[in-house]
């Protein structure tokens, strides 16, 4: 079970690289089109378990989207949750 909790704490805690990741992919546009972008984090890891929150907005020239997510690792199990919106230009 311990195992499971450090797999978890891991891949939690690896969201932000991977959301920052993306972000600055889309940074580089071939149009050259500003993209307004407004990343938040936080985590934490204790002995008792660890949690972790993320939110994402940006706007750009292909539409808007906002990301809210969190996730929580305790002795009594895993809890979280998930909201994403967005809207197309395309």
């Known amino acids: ?3 499971v909790h450090r797999v978890l704490a891991v891949s939690a805690l690896s969201l932000p690289l991977v959301i920052g990741g993306a972000t600055i ?6 149009d050259h089109i500003p993209v307004a972008n407004f990343d938040k984090g ?18 750009g020239p292909d539409g808007a989207s906002f990301l809210s ?3 929580a690792i305790g002795a009594n199990g895993v809890g979280g949750n998930f909201t994403e919106t967005g809207i197309s230009g395309g």
Do not use: C, K, W, Y
Request: proline share 3%; aromatic share 6%; glycine share 6%.
């Open 1 to 3: 079970m311990r195992t």
């Open 42 to 59: 936080a985590f934490a890891v204790g002995p008792n378990g660890s949690a972790i929150q993320i939110t994402d907005v940006d706007f």
């Open 69 to 71: 997510a969190a996730l």
């Open 25 to 30: 992919a889309s940074a580089h546009e071939a």
